[in-house]
């Protein structure tokens, strides 16, 4: 039975690839024609109330990079991307009358600012333009685990050991080949430079720990080598507090953040590599982070905006303050404390903070300092290339006490310095001239 003439619009958001996308899929399926849709909503690159860019230079370069990759991915499937420097709510409905669309996809979000996005675009279609919305994010799919989103349980521990021995990771979805030859869609749509979203050009510093470019196509060589060309997956646990180079962890982050990598790839092919060589600590621990990243991603969806208030989703009452004076030390890397400086320098610099510094920065922002833990959060949003909504937030009310961390601590910057960078060779690179 022959499809009935329809054009469907796929509207990427955090779902930048072709591989394991069911949004991609579906419309595939279901369209005799298919255009894709990526806006680089300047609301993304406004001044926040703490007065951050809600994008800073590096994940705009890598988000661009991304986004250059995508399009001639999705051209091998004869589906152009469309791309606009405009809100969404202003080129949607302009597309869906030019191109007579009836069908749009687009992967599931809940937080505040996407589900408003959302909304203000379905504002402005017809009633009879249907929403396909698919789960594109998760390791383990909302319909899979064993408990309601309100009974979430309260600890990350509880939720893994639960979820490990019920759920399935579910297949990756293969994506089909689209059959549409001759797309009458003519796209003149160009990817933006930096200097169109209101940034000069710039290189990567040469003392970075993420010397990567965005886009699909570098995930998965990423992948490739540090599964399977250098197995260094199989030392994952033992280096992954590292401070320096690219390999002390998987730096799958980024791409996970901005959805060019899928997280069930990620399982599978962790999966494969046990199959073929050897399963340990390492090969485990990496699954373990990516239900780390699941677990906040369902705390966001259980809490809504109360991961944005400053009491968190526990309402714990603590004394913030807001000394600008002492914001701008952290920021600049002008603390008493050398370890928090290297860090909070290298990310000014790079973009990129390891794990192990961005827990110490955060506790020493918030615990130490006893700084309005929002503020750090907000500057993190700003300049991490991997930044994600639900992660980010997620980390920071855990180290502020007001998170999912029931022995609220505080982190000893000093012994942590002592004991991941014993030889002073980290805060060396990045203080250049201070002595220990």
Not at 332 to 343: I, L
Request: proline letters at 4%; hydrophobic letters at 35%.
């Amino acid at each position: 039975m022959q499809k009935e003439q329809n054009t469907s619009l796929i509207w990427f958001t955090n779902n930048l690839r072709t591989h394991d996308n069911s949004t991609l899929t579906k419309a595939i399926a279901n369209s005799n024609q298919v255009m894709g849709l990526y806006c680089f909503n300047p609301n993304h690159f406004k001044t926040d109330d703490f007065g951050f860019k809600k994008t800073e230079k590096f994940r705009a370069k890598f988000l661009i990079e991304t986004i250059t990759d995508l399009k001639q991915k999705l051209s091998q499937l004869n589906i152009p991307l469309f791309v606009y420097n405009k809100k969404p709510e202003d080129i949607i409905p302009q597309l869906v009358t030019k191109n007579n669309i009836n069908n749009i996809y687009l992967q599931d979000e809940w937080t505040y600012e996407e589900v408003e996005t959302f909304n203000k675009v379905k504002r402005q279609l017809p009633k009879h333009i249907k929403f396909t919305t698919s789960y594109n994010q998760f390791l383990f799919h909302p319909e899979d685990i064993p408990f309601t989103i309100n009974q979430l349980p309260k600890i990350f521990t509880e939720f893994r050991k639960t979820c490990e021995k019920s759920v399935r990771v579910r297949p990756e979805i293969i994506t089909p080949t689209n059959q549409a030859k001759n797309l009458l869609i003519k796209n003149e749509t160009i990817v933006p430079t930096l200097s169109d979203l209101g940034f000069e050009d710039f290189e990567q510093h040469t003392n970075t720990a993420f010397p990567f470019k965005g886009g699909e196509t570098e995930a998965l060589n990423r992948l490739q080598d540090y599964f399977f060309n250098t197995k260094k997956l199989g030392f994952y646990k033992k280096t992954r507090n590292g401070l320096l180079g690219k390999d002390f962890s998987s730096k799958f982050s980024p791409w996970l953040a901005n959805g060019s990598i899928s997280a069930k790839h990620v399982y599978y092919k962790v999966k494969q590599f046990e199959n073929l060589y050897f399963k340990n600590d390492s090969t485990y621990w990496l699954v373990f982070e990516l239900i780390w990243r699941d677990y906040f991603k369902y705390v966001s969806m259980k809490f809504g905006n109360q991961i944005f208030k400053i009491d968190g989703i526990l309402n714990n009452k603590y004394t913030w303050i807001n000394n600008q004076e002492e914001i701008n030390n952290w920021i600049n890397g002008k603390t008493p404390e050398p370890f928090v400086n290297a860090n909070m320098i290298e990310l000014k610099k790079t973009g990129w903070m390891s794990n192990r510094g961005r827990q110490n920065v955060a506790s020493y922002f918030a615990k130490s300092m006893n700084l309005d833990w929002r503020i750090g959060a907000a500057y993190f949003e700003s300049l991490l290339l991997d930044y994600d909504v639900h992660s980010n937030y997620g980390n920071w009310m855990y180290v502020a006490g007001v998170g999912n961390d029931p022995r609220d601590r505080k982190f000893n910057v000093k012994l942590q310095a002592e004991r991941y960078d014993s030889n002073g060779k980290y805060q060396r690179l990045w203080l250049q001239d201070t002595l220990f």
